[in-house]
């Protein structure tokens, strides 16, 4: 019974042997790839994480030297973010935070460029949109009114797209180009819910301009409907 039992083993051993060496390199080829692949997205897990939070340490080193006033630690902050992890979240935030802080010492050429840093490099299309904004409105203050049409000419979000109307229905108005004004108006009052505050300023524009928004939304319903 022993012999039968070591000649069973053997036989196994011999089968056992013979698949490794048929499959032997295979396996081990997947395994290490199915290992490294693991590696490498915890390692890139790792990296994300740590970029998020040195990013978030000097995000709020901006917020800080903001809101205390300290230009050249914020400078600093901000230039690290910019330079080390510029396509963080954390990066566009700083960003429009600097500009704001540059805008309330009267600095605008430096919260344009800020500003015009976030609209272009920023990962967040959110953060991008409120940069380009906010960069029209300081070349409005600078009488830039062909710079700031471009920045409001893009497309937008669809969350911001009524805002970004009604910032070009502004400086259409101030480019004299009274009629466009009241299309870009009308689109962003199109575009708000009822109750929103924001669609009530827009109303008053278009009132002032001689126009009921009300009167214009009926007229282009009815023209939608003649026109099917």
Not at 55 to 65: F, K, P, T
Not at 126 to 150: H, P
Request: overall charge negative; hydrophobic content about 40%.
């Amino acid at each position: 019974m022993a012999n039968h039992l070591d000649l069973e083993e053997q036989e196994q051993l011999d089968q056992l042997k013979h698949f490794w060496n048929t499959w032997g390199t295979l396996i081990s080829a997947v395994v290490l790839v199915v290992a490294g692949g693991a590696a490498a997205w915890n390692g890139y897990q790792y990296w994300q994480n740590r970029q998020a939070t040195q990013a978030a340490a000097l995000y709020d080193a901006v917020d800080v030297a903001a809101r205390s006033g300290d230009k050249t630690r914020l400078e600093q902050a901000f230039g690290d973010l910019k330079s080390k992890y510029a396509g963080t979240t954390q990066a566009g935030q700083a960003g429009l935070t600097f500009a704001k802080a540059m805008q309330d010492t009267g600095n605008a050429d430096a919260a344009k460029d800020a500003l015009g840093w976030v609209a272009e490099k920023s990962s967040d299309d959110g953060l991008k949109a409120l940069a380009k904004l906010r960069l029209a409105s300081v070349l409005m203050d600078q009488k830039n009114y062909d710079e700031a049409l471009k920045q409001v000419s893009d497309s937008f979000p669809p969350e911001f797209a009524s805002i970004a109307a009604d910032r070009k229905g502004d400086v259409l108005l101030l480019q004299e180009k009274r009629q466009e004004a009241i299309t870009e108006y009308t689109k962003a009052y199109k575009g708000l819910e009822e109750g929103v505050e924001y669609r009530r300023l827009v109303e008053i524009k278009l009132n002032a301009l001689g126009v009921s928004p009300q009167a214009a939304t009926v007229a282009a319903a009815a023209s939608s409907v003649e026109t099917k």
